[in-house]
């Protein structure tokens, strides 16, 4: 009798009316060859979500379709389902690379000591196509409080680091991976940068990122203020291209 393999890393993935890209994150996940347990929550999606997820059951852990608290609350939910030691979550149009989990679970089994670990992303357009890889390096506190140099897609948690800082806040709606990055920073100590691509990260004017740069840099500005205890001149510099210049240019191409 052959006993099932315990899951190593659970993956959580939020989404809504994604379902054009649904197929691609899920693939890219069993095809890790882990041992994975994947939870899709999905906020009620009237696109063709629930085909997608139907063609994909057999595999999933566990899955919803209905109305949520938003983004935080639902990879909270589909995490909290979970055993894995270590977890991680996927928004539904970003997918991982060849044996991105595999580099980063190999090195926190190695480096017990670390929280979490992250890796770099390529940003790529609405196609999948990569354009520009995601600013990223060597983890200092003075470069996390400039801007967020983690990509959410390429990180690897720790569970009792996780659980630790209660997982994500659910009262934030753009900001709540910064926001983790500092809390896991406060208590835990900090991560540790692997220098691979191990994701992608798809940029498309539907993101919450691309459409409501405004509130987003509102929330951030707020969450490093909190953690840092102030906010660095590079987010007031930063403010007309970053937020201003860039809502215009999402504005005409929508």
């Not at 983790?180 to 406060?186: A, G, S, T, V």
């Not at 969450?223 to 999402?250: D, E, M, Q, T």
Request: net charge neutral.
């Amino acid at each position: 009798m052959v006993l099932p393999v315990a899951p190593l890393i659970t993956v959580a993935i939020p989404s809504f009316n994604q379902g054009r890209y649904l197929a691609d994150a899920l693939e890219s996940i069993f095809n890790q060859g882990l041992p994975v347990e994947v939870f899709v929550a999905d906020g009620g999606s009237t696109d063709n979500t629930l085909s997608i997820i139907e063609k994909w059951q057999d595999k999933l852990a566990w899955w919803r379709s209905g109305s949520d608290d938003g983004q935080a609350a639902a990879v909270n939910e589909a995490i909290s389902y979970g055993t894995a030691p270590f977890v991680c979550w996927l928004n539904s149009d970003d997918t991982y690379l060849e044996n991105g989990l595999t580099i980063l679970l190999s090195f926190l089994q190695s480096h017990p000591e670390v929280p979490f670990a992250y890796g770099r992303t390529w940003n790529t357009d609405e196609h999948g196509k990569p354009t520009k890889p995601y600013w990223t390096g060597k983890f200092s506190e003075w470069h996390l409080a400039q801007r967020c140099l983690i990509s959410q897609p390429a990180t690897l948690i720790r569970r009792e680091v996780w659980e630790a800082v209660g997982g994500l806040d659910e009262s934030l709606k753009f900001s709540m991976d910064y926001d983790l990055w500092w809390k896991i920073l406060r208590r835990s100590g900090p991560p540790v940068f692997v220098p691979e691509f191990v994701a992608t990260n798809r940029i498309h004017v539907q993101t919450k990122t691309s459409s409501q740069r405004y509130q987003h840099h509102a929330e951030s500005v707020a969450v490093v203020k909190k953690y840092a205890g102030g906010v660095p001149l590079k987010w007031h510099l930063a403010w007309p291209w970053s937020v201003w210049f860039r809502s215009k240019i999402n504005k005409q191409q929508a």
